[in-house]
């Protein structure tokens, strides 16, 4: 598995460089669809904000370079790693931001998902999340391959109560892209974002989805 706090070193390096801080500032107001970095207090979060940005940054945010974060870091190795731990940063270059099923789990140890816009099914080398979620579940979360297996390499999982088998088969068939950044306004109710993000996928269907969404991650917020 990956060492600990290895995904976390990567985002903090860019956060606390001053060559970066202007980058930073860029994504940040990004993120949260505001205008300046002054508007902080303004900005809607939740309490999954926080860790969806940092997810997001890392791998989806384009620096002026071209690459995301991830991808300079792997490119220029600032903090001169060993080639055995930069192939694991490397793996996680093809990460993949998925609406997963839980299909079994096995505590403390892994947890068999499904893919619902793939229907592809892996095993994840997981320990915090075997507790939090229930065979059935779905949920947010991003899987990356480290070494020679897989493992949820983002932010803490977001879990919707439940979904409907056609709302699945929305999933499957339109392919819609999700990352953290739509999740956060699907949390802070920003429609109009989201729908500008998406205008290349289906308006009638991905709203449709979403108003599913927002209604199961009430739910799944009450529950909690």
Same mark, same amino acid.
């Given at each position: 598995?990956?060492?600990?706090?290895?995904?976390?070193?990567?985002?903090?390096?860019?956060?606390?460089?001053?060559?970066?801080?202007?980058?930073?500032?860029?994504?940040?107001?990004?993120?949260?669809?505001?205008?300046?970095?002054?508007?902080?207090?303004?900005?809607?979060?939740?309490?999954?904000?926080?860790?969806?940005?940092?997810?997001?940054?890392?791998?989806?945010?384009?620096?002026?370079?071209?690459?995301?974060?991830?991808?300079?870091?792997?490119?220029?190795?600032?903090?001169? &790693? #060993?080639?055995?731990?930069?192939? !694991?940063?490397?793996? +996680?270059?093809?990460? *993949?931001?998925?609406?997963?099923?839980? =299909?079994?789990?096995?505590?403390?140890?892994?947890?068999?998902?499904?893919?619902?816009?793939?229907?592809?099914?892996?095993?994840?080398?997981?320990?915090?999340?075997?507790?939090?979620?229930?065979?059935?579940?779905?949920?947010?979360?991003?899987?990356?391959?480290?070494?020679?297996?897989?493992?949820?390499?983002?932010?803490?999982?977001?879990?919707?109560?439940?979904?409907?088998?056609?709302?699945?088969?929305?999933?499957?068939?339109?392919? &819609? #892209?999700?990352?953290?950044?739509? !999740?956060?306004?699907? +949390?802070?109710?920003? *429609?109009?974002?989201?729908?500008?993000? =998406?205008?290349?996928?289906?308006?009638?269907?991905?709203?449709?989805?979403?108003?599913?969404?927002?209604?199961?991650?009430?739910?799944?917020?009450?529950?909690?």
């Amino acid at each position: 598995m990956l060492p600990r706090n290895s995904i976390r070193k990567v985002y903090e390096y860019y956060f606390t460089s001053p060559r970066f801080s202007e980058e930073v500032k860029r994504a940040f107001m990004k993120f949260f669809n505001t205008n300046s970095i002054d508007n902080q207090d303004k900005v809607g979060m939740v309490k999954q904000s926080e860790g969806l940005f940092n997810e997001w940054f890392l791998y989806d945010f384009i620096l002026n370079n071209g690459h995301t974060p991830i991808e300079d870091f792997v490119a220029c190795n600032p903090f001169k &790693l #060993e080639n055995s731990l930069m192939d !694991l940063y490397k793996d +996680l270059l093809d990460s *993949k931001y998925a609406i997963l099923e839980v =299909l079994a789990i096995d505590l403390g140890k892994s947890i068999k998902v499904k893919d619902l816009q793939t229907d592809k099914e892996l095993v994840l080398f997981e320990y915090n999340a075997t507790f939090g979620l229930k065979v059935g579940s779905v949920f947010f979360g991003r899987v990356g391959k480290v070494g020679d297996h897989y493992e949820l390499v983002g932010a803490d999982t977001v879990s919707l109560a439940d979904m409907a088998q056609a709302d699945k088969n929305i999933l499957r068939k339109k392919r &819609l #892209e999700f990352t953290p950044k739509i !999740l956060n306004d699907i +949390l802070v109710g920003k *429609k109009k974002f989201l729908v500008s993000a =998406l205008l290349n996928q289906s308006k009638s269907d991905f709203i449709q989805l979403l108003l599913c969404m927002e209604h199961n991650l009430a739910k799944s917020a009450k529950i909690e």
